[in-house]
């Protein structure tokens, strides 16, 4: 965080970050098993000077005790919809405008129904309509539940409604099931609340970014791909949201959800996100190329599943177009900022394709380790320019984004003033 600061104070641009310190949060906690996480999460919204109130509703007080969050909150717990006056001195307008910020976590589906159809048949329900601060929701469910169309349409409404949706995460669940449905870390939600994250500083701009990874299909069954699991591009695009950008996310097959009033273009083959991105990259004033493009496919697809049958067999690849190389190569092209994803030697590949595709700026990564890279919840990138570079230390692909996008709109802004 420190370095966060000091980054920002180098720029030329805001004061990017405001932490909320002493406000008013009231935590509403809904009956499923991530109730737990809401203890740590309490505990930590104090920690961060914030005072805490805590709604439950029936279900969640099944999981975890009232007394938990009243020890952490350090504020009687609310329950009750009709005698909230007498059980705490506080109806339930009054709570709604004691709150600066109204969080519910965990989200289970039946809350997140309640709350995008108005209903308001307990405290929770009926504070969320009554609230008039910024509302955050952090659901919780079984990944099937999740996925469901329904579920999809009432946070999709919540969105468009102004919630904030703090998306899950993906990982083991609770019922044994693997998939996208655990409530995001206590800290994860802490931070997405108390942090501001950054000015204006891409305002009115037209952003394009691809992400994920792509599929060549080899029959109708199989195809090549890589391990590209889109973290990195959709929270570029959350960020360039933030930073004021309109963003159009062109994207391989993921299983994220898209960040808010993003417009996104889902591909599969590389020819696919070719196309899809060169119909866009005139109007755009930036592209970002974070996705993992096959650079070979199949020369043919079969139509039919290929068969098993000599012991050894042959693929034979054709290299597929390049985008980022193409975009840059257009008669009036965006500000071009590449990847590199790199197992050995990052500056000297880097620096290549810095220079051979005439890029404006390049974001290397190492991948293949332990830390960071494909699919994990943290990067660090070594950023190059003709000019001048800049590292950015391993820390969460979210806060990671804010810092590229920040430094993209530094150069972009020398740029276009000299
Ligand atoms: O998605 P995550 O799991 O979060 O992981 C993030 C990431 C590792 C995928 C990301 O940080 C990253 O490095 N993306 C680029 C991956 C890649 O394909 O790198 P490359 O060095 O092979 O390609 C260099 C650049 O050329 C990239 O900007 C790529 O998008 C672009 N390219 C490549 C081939 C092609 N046919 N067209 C392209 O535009």
């Excluded at 965080?1 to 980054?7: D, H, I, K, N, S």
């Excluded at 996925?147 to 349409?153: A, I, Y």
């Excluded at 990982?171 to 994860?188: D, V």
């Excluded at 866009?280 to 496919?297: F, H, K, M, N, R």
Aim: proline residues 4%.
């Amino acid at each position: 965080m420190e370095e966060f600061f000091q980054t920002c104070h180098n720029t030329t641009f805001y004061s990017f970050l405001s932490m909320t310190i002493n406000k008013h949060i009231l935590v509403g906690v809904s009956g499923g098993i991530a109730a737990y996480k809401s203890a740590e999460l309490v505990r930590l919204l104090r920690k961060q000077g914030c005072e805490v109130r805590v709604v439950m509703t029936e279900s969640a007080t099944q999981f975890i005790s009232p007394l938990t969050f009243q020890a952490l909150s350090g504020n009687p717990v609310h329950t009750e919809l009709l005698n909230a006056d007498a059980e705490t001195a506080m109806s339930h307008i009054s709570l709604a405008r004691w709150a600066d910020v109204l969080l519910i976590a965990p989200a289970t589906a039946n809350i997140i129904a309640k709350c995008s159809h108005g209903l308001a048949n307990d405290l929770l329900s009926t504070l969320y309509l009554a609230a008039e601060c910024p509302v955050y929701i952090a659901p919780a469910m079984n990944q099937a539940m999740w996925h469901k169309t329904v579920t999809q349409e009432n946070i999709a409404k919540l969105k468009a409604h102004g919630v904030t949706i703090i998306n899950p995460e993906q990982g083991e669940q609770a019922c044994g099931e693997t998939g996208l449905g655990r409530m995001s870390e206590p800290a994860t939600i802490c931070e997405r609340l108390l942090v501001q994250p950054i000015a204006p500083c891409l305002q009115g701009l037209r952003v394009l970014i691809s992400a994920g990874p792509t599929r060549e299909p080899l029959d109708p069954v199989r195809y090549i791909t890589n391990r590209s699991s889109g973290k990195m591009g959709y929270a570029l695009a959350r960020a360039a949201v933030q930073a004021g950008a309109k963003v159009t996310l062109v994207s391989g097959p993921v299983n994220l959800v898209a960040p808010d009033s993003v417009e996104l273009l889902q591909v599969e083959t590389a020819a696919q996100m070719y196309e899809a991105v060169m119909a866009q990259a005139p109007y755009c004033e930036l592209y970002i190329g974070a996705a993992a493009v096959a650079d070979y496919s199949p020369i043919t697809t079969e139509s039919q599943k290929i068969k098993k049958q000599a012991r050894q067999t042959t693929i034979i690849l054709q290299k597929t177009n390049d985008i980022l190389a193409t975009v840059s190569q257009l008669n009036t092209p965006p500000f071009t900022v590449g990847f590199a994803a790199e197992t050995d030697n990052l500056e000297s590949y880097a620096q290549k394709k810095l220079h051979e595709k005439n890029l404006d700026m390049i974001a290397a990564n190492w991948v293949g380790r332990e830390q960071g890279g494909f699919d994990s919840e943290q990067n660090a990138l070594q950023v190059f320019w003709k000019t001048g570079q800049k590292t950015l230390a391993m820390m969460d692909k979210t806060k990671l984004a804010e810092q590229l996008i920040l430094l993209c709109a530094e150069r972009f802004n020398e740029k276009n003033t000299t």
